[in-house]
């Protein structure tokens, strides 16, 4: 099973509230990753953590912080937004360095994000 | 730096016949993997295929297959019996092999919007 899921699906936020996005994966992945999509772009990541570690910030703004809990869960929190934040946010999960298809980033469903 | 270039940003093809995208790349490492992911107007984006450099034989899943010429950096996709199904965005992406710690950065081409008619 190559399940991610996030939620929530949607999200739509003032640019002084402090919301949350989830991230889970039950398969044993050890690199889990954030990427926000603009229409009809590729993904851009964000951030990866691997083995429950931040191993790359692309430079991101700090109203954007990450956080890996545990190895199963990876949230995204957000503050003070603004409206060209709005975007889908992706998270990917890849298997360890040892495992089969190593190296291959399974993605979940997406959260539609939308600032006002 | 690594590159991921689709010169195609939309192609369409009739159901039931065979459609290819293109991908070329660049890269200075010697081992890497090479990816075909596609992402339908419901958002979540799906891996297709999947193909490591090492490997001279291309890559195959049921009616997708790859035409991976590696001194041409050359990746491309076809379709075969193209279903309805298959509309979607088409991303080809890069990753090198994965350096100490685990992972690394996934590079993304543009994309390629197909286009499936009935």
């Known amino acids: 099973d190559t399940e991610v899921t996030q939620t929530p699906k949607h999200l739509v936020m003032g640019m002084t509230n402090k919301k949350s996005l989830k991230c889970e994966q039950h398969?044993?992945?050890?690199?889990m990753y954030w990427y926000k999509q603009k229409a009809k772009k590729p993904p851009e990541l964000m951030f990866v953590?691997?083995?429950?570690?931040?191993?790359i910030n692309e430079s991101v703004p700090s109203r954007f912080s990450p956080e890996c809990p545990n190895s199963s869960l990876l949230n995204l929190h957000l503050h003070a937004l603004q409206p060209e934040d709005s975007a889908l946010y992706l998270c990917?999960?890849?298997?360890?360095?040892?495992?089969?298809?190593?190296?291959?980033?399974?993605f979940g469903p997406g959260t539609r994000l939308t600032v006002l | 730096a690594q590159t991921v270039t689709q010169s195609q940003p939309e192609m369409s093809v009739q159901e039931a016949e065979t459609v290819t995208l293109s991908c070329t790349y660049d890269?200075?490492?010697?081992?890497?993997?090479l990816f075909w992911y596609k992402q339908p107007p419901s958002r979540q984006m799906i891996l297709v295929i999947r193909?490591?450099?090492?490997?001279?034989q291309n890559a195959t899943e049921n009616r997708f297959s790859v035409n991976f010429q590696k001194a041409a950096k050359s990746f491309s996709l076809k379709i075969s019996d193209s279903q309805l199904g298959d509309a979607a965005m088409y991303f080809c992406?890069?990753?090198?092999?994965?350096?100490?710690?685990?992972?690394?950065?996934?590079?993304f081409g543009k994309g390629t919007k197909l286009t499936v008619n009935p």
């Open positions: 990917a999960s890849s298997p360890s360095p040892l495992a089969d298809l190593q190296d291959t980033q399974y």
């Open positions: 953590y691997s083995y429950e570690k931040l191993s």
């Open positions: 193909q490591e450099a090492y490997k001279q």
């Open positions: 992406a890069l990753t090198s092999i994965r350096g100490q710690g685990g992972s690394e950065k996934l590079v």
């Open positions: 890269t200075s490492e010697s081992d890497y993997y």
């Open positions: 398969m044993g992945h050890r690199a």
